[in-house]
């Protein structure tokens, strides 16, 4: 599994960064939680606001998000 955090380098692309680390600690997810600030990423998926949350290239979740929603989301992936 590939968990990305795309972004444009602001404070709340960061802040999901940070969240998603922690989700996939605390739910021993065994991989590494990529940060990325290359805005084409995003563009390429279709998707036209960030910061994006994407698992295997797939968008999950765009825009602010809460700790509880990732959890939510990689949950459901996990499975």
């Known amino acids: 599994m590939k968990i990305q955090v795309i972004g ?3 404070p709340t692309c960061k802040k999901m ?3 998603t680390v922690q989700v996939v600690k605390e739910l021993g997810i065994e ?3 990529e940060y990325s600030t290359d805005i084409t ?3 390429e998926m279709g998707v036209m606001q960030s910061p994006v949350l994407a698992v295997d290239g ?3 979740i765009v825009g ?3 700790q509880a929603r990732i ?3 990689l949950e459901k992936v996990g499975k």
């Open 41 to 43: 990423k995003i563009i």
């Open 8 to 10: 444009s380098g602001c």
């Open 64 to 66: 602010a998000s809460d």
């Open 58 to 60: 797939e968008a999950l």
């Open 17 to 19: 960064h940070e969240q």
């Open 31 to 33: 991989t590494e939680v």
């Open 71 to 73: 959890k939510q989301v």
